[in-house]
Structure formats: C-alpha cells, structure tokens
C-alpha cells in the first residue's frame, strides 16, 4: 500500500482494459498497437470505434516495422482499418510522433 505524507493512504486502482480505449477514444490519442504474431511490427493510428471484444478501428493507421523503423501508411488517404482477430491487440500511447495527437 502506498502512502501519501500524514499516513493517508492512498488506494492504487487497477484500470479495465476496456475503459482504457475509452479513454483513448475519447482523447483521440495516436497509440500503437503490438501484434501477436509479428512482433517487429506494429499499427499506429486514432481509434475512432472499438468492440466488446476490442476489434479496433483505426484512422490515419500507420505499419512500423521496429528494425528498420520504416513507416508504410495503412490504406489511401481517409481511409479506415479494422483490427480484429481472436487475439486482442496490445494498445498503448504511441511516443513517437507526441505532435499527432
């Protein structure tokens, strides 16, 4: 347990993955998502709408190939990718372009 100065307490409360995305969604924050099976590339991109079972979709998708740090866009311009699959994807803040948000 944690504690902040005069011995208070303070509670850590874990986050659903769910509301998670939410928050994402909500923010329109770039993230990158980890895929399961190809683990030197990743999908960058906004979320504009998720599932109950977190298919994503995802606006201004970006592949990243982590050796080579290619970018290859997703798509034609305006365009929309559906991620989905019986793996859930790993989303997380994507850090390398903080200005595209």
């Not at 307490?9 to 986050?15: A, E, F, I, L, P």
């Not at 770039?30 to 979709?57: A, H, K, P, S, T």
Request: charged share 20%; aromatic share 6%; glycine share 6%.
């Amino acid at each position: 347990m944690a504690y902040r100065g005069q011995g208070q307490k303070v509670q850590k409360v874990m986050v659903q993955p769910i509301n998670l995305i939410f928050r994402y969604l909500q923010n329109r924050s770039r993230i990158q998502v980890w895929l399961y099976e190809q683990v030197n590339m990743r999908i960058e991109g906004c979320i504009i709408g998720f599932d109950e079972y977190m298919n994503l979709v995802l606006d201004d998708a970006e592949e990243v190939h982590m050796k080579t740090k290619n970018r290859k866009p997703l798509g034609h311009a305006g365009s929309q990718v559906v991620l989905n699959g019986p793996m859930p994807p790993l989303p997380s803040l994507s850090t390398t372009n903080p200005n595209k948000v």
